[in-house]
């Protein structure tokens, strides 16, 4: 089993949709968790954390559920900028290190 | 907010050469770095973590003596692909962490060996 998968997409939904993106990890003792927003051909950029009460930015709210390894990620009226790869980002352990899921592309159309 | 730079962003050099990646945190002291490697339509996988000051530790399957890291100093890390293969090509990304700090990552450096 894949230490962090997402289902890879494309996820084509238009101007205004609700969209969600899965994640699940197989590291049950995992300390931290991310949603990284990467554009074509450039660095991963931090778009929030994820809590176990679950947050929420703007447009974006995040969930972790501990028990079932299981992270998700909300996007609400989808923008053309949010057209991107989503990916989710577990730190496993007090290393620091991140290992990152494949990512979920994101394409939003007009 | 933090920065982190990483040069450079694009080399394209003929197999058998070997290329320097610099990656440097701008505004804090970067007790880690970590150095990452993406191929197309991949996860970013770490590659090596190093500590200023100490060898770096490298991941399962990643050659220490093929990636040579240094971290001399707690603003500076630098990787060394030696004698580049047209399999080496990649996207390199470095982050930076400090005390306090979570990880910043640098711009990426795409290097395509010929």
């Known amino acids: 089993r894949k230490e962090v998968e997402q289902d890879p997409g494309p996820f084509n939904v238009p101007e205004g949709a609700t969209v969600a993106f899965n994640c699940t990890y197989s590291n049950s003792a995992s300390q931290s968790f991310f949603w990284y927003r990467q554009d074509c051909r450039k660095e991963p950029k931090l778009l929030m954390s994820v809590y176990s009460s679950g947050n929420e930015d703007g447009r974006f709210t995040a969930q972790l559920n501990r028990a079932s390894q299981y992270i998700s990620l909300l996007i609400r009226d989808s923008k053309l900028s949010d057209s991107a790869t989503y990916l989710c980002v577990v730190n496993p352990g007090s290393q620091g290190n991140l290992i990152f899921g494949k990512g979920t592309k994101l394409s939003v159309k007009p | 907010g933090a920065v982190v730079s990483q040069h450079p962003s694009w080399v394209i050099c003929k197999s058998g050469t070997s290329v320097k990646i610099e990656c440097r945190s701008l505004?804090?002291?970067?007790?880690?770095m970590f150095w990452y490697r993406q191929f197309p339509k991949q996860s970013l996988m770490l590659m090596a973590t190093?500590?200023?000051?100490?060898?770096?530790?490298?991941e399962q399957g990643v050659e220490k003596d093929k990636f040579l890291i240094n971290h001399a100093s707690l603003t500076l890390s630098t990787l060394t692909v030696t004698s580049a293969h047209p399999e080496d090509s990649s996207f390199y990304i470095c982050?930076?962490?400090?005390?306090?700090?979570?990880?910043?990552f640098g711009d990426g450096t795409r290097l395509s060996i010929l």
């Open positions: 982050s930076a962490a400090g005390p306090a700090k979570p990880q910043h």
């Open positions: 190093s500590n200023e000051g100490s060898k770096a530790t490298y």
């Open positions: 505004d804090f002291q970067a007790t880690t």
